[in-house]
T-cell receptor, first 111, second 115 residues
Framework: ELKVEQNPLFLSMQEGKNYTIYCNYS?????LYWYRQDPGKSLESLFV?????AVKQEGRLMASLDTKARLSTLHITAAVHDLSATYFC???????????FGQGTRLTINP | DTEVTQTPKHLVMGMTNKKSLKCEQH?????MYWYKQKAKKPPELMFV???????INESVPSRFSPECPNSSLLNLHLHALQPEDSALYLC??????????????FGPGTRLTVL
């Protein structure tokens, strides 16, 4: 059974600082997704990582995938308050037609 | 059109009521999903439709009944719900096909309260 674990689950940081969220998964897969969810809102797709070594960047967020280590990272550079949200990683196995989500990381960025 | 829409946005129902949630997408996606999300938890998959056929039912109680009338629409019929069924219900869609991957696009959700 595929398990996906994120850490930390809660992260409070100051504006301007850098930090990384980690996503580990238990079964071989080369397809990993990052989503953002604001309180009371739906999930917004941030990044799709489809191969070992894939790196995607959008603004202050950068995601990477190491399929051999079964690890993805979401790096935040020079955080700003607008990035406060819950971030989920999700993994799927080709052909399984379902995503398995991590527990989510609740990120709070303080001025 | 890259949007998934859901109606209603909010729904309050009693335990004896029958109601339906609706979802629509016009991205040509052939897979559609229902999720249930409780506060501070990740979404839990309920049902998957692939090419308008039910392909996954995650052992959901029969008081939830999905329906896919066509490739753009997905309904969730609700009957005799319990207060613990109160949650955010999310619809999503994705492409299908040999070269496709499972990036799912989510609708805004229906906030359901069962009294």
């Amino acid at each position: 059974e595929l398990k996906v674990e994120q850490n930390p689950l809660f992260l409070s940081m100051q504006e301007g600082k850098n930090y990384t969220i980690y996503c580990n998964y238990s079964t071989t897969s080369d397809r990993l997704y990052w989503y953002r969810q604001d309180p009371g809102k739906s999930l917004e797709s941030l990044f799709v990582l489809l191969s070992n070594g894939a790196v995607k960047q959008e603004g202050r967020l950068m995601a990477s995938l190491d399929t051999k280590a079964r690890l993805s990272t979401l790096h935040i550079t020079a955080a700003v308050h607008d990035l406060s949200a819950t971030y989920f990683c999700a993994v799927d196995i080709q052909g399984a037609q379902k995503l398995v989500f991590g527990q989510g990381t609740r990120l709070t960025i303080n001025p | 059109d890259t949007e998934v829409t859901q109606t209603p946005k909010h729904l309050v129902m009693g335990m004896t009521n029958k109601k339906s949630l609706k979802c629509e997408q016009h991205m040509g996606h052939r897979a559609m999903y229902w999720y249930k999300q409780k506060a501070k938890k990740p979404p839990e998959l309920m049902f998957v439709y692939s090419y308008e056929k039910l392909s996954i039912n995650e052992s959901v109680p029969s008081r939830f009944s999905p329906e896919c009338p066509n490739s753009s629409l997905l309904n969730l019929h609700l009957h005799a719900l319990q207060p613990e069924d109160s949650a955010l219900y999310l619809c999503a869609s994705s492409q299908l096909g040999r070269d496709s991957y499972n990036e799912q696009f989510f609708g805004p959700g229906t906030r359901l309260t069962v009294l």
